[in-house]
Nanobody
Framework: QVQVVESGGGLVRPGGSLTLSCSASGTISSRNYMAWYRQSPGREREFVASITKQDMKTISGSVKGRFAISRGDVTNTIYLQMNRLRPEDTAIYYC????????WGQGTQVTVSS
């Protein structure tokens, strides 16, 4: 069984910064890539960023220039560095591992509000 766990969410003021963490554990045959998604109330879950094991990164246009994705020193750990946050960034942020299947975390809430 593969487990994906996110952490680091919370309340932040507009213009502030927050860093999310994601760690995957269990029997993972192949980690093709890991990614961040988010879902706001009344909206479909949307792609935010992804990173491959070769460090190839993809950032969605809505957060490009403000967010950055990176790999941690620990195997199957990634981060999402969020800067200059806006109220519209408010969402539950989910981590996904793709490798022999898609594995999702439980999500972590990010609220951007004054």
């Amino acid at each position: 069984q593969v487990q994906v766990v996110e952490s680091g969410g919370g309340l932040v003021r507009p213009g502030g910064s927050l860093t999310l963490s994601c760690s995957a554990s269990g029997t993972i045959s192949s980690r093709n890539y890991m990614a961040w998604y988010r879902q706001s109330p009344g909206r479909e879950r949307e792609f935010v960023a992804s990173i491959t094991k070769q460090d190839m990164k993809t950032i969605s246009g809505s957060v490009k220039g403000r967010f950055a994705i990176s790999r941690g020193d620990v195997t199957n750990t990634i981060y999402l560095q969020m800067n200059r946050l806006r109220p519209e960034d408010t969402a539950i942020y989910y981590c996904k591992l793709v490798g022999g299947g898609d594995y999702w975390g439980q999500g972590t809430q990010v609220t951007v509000s004054s």
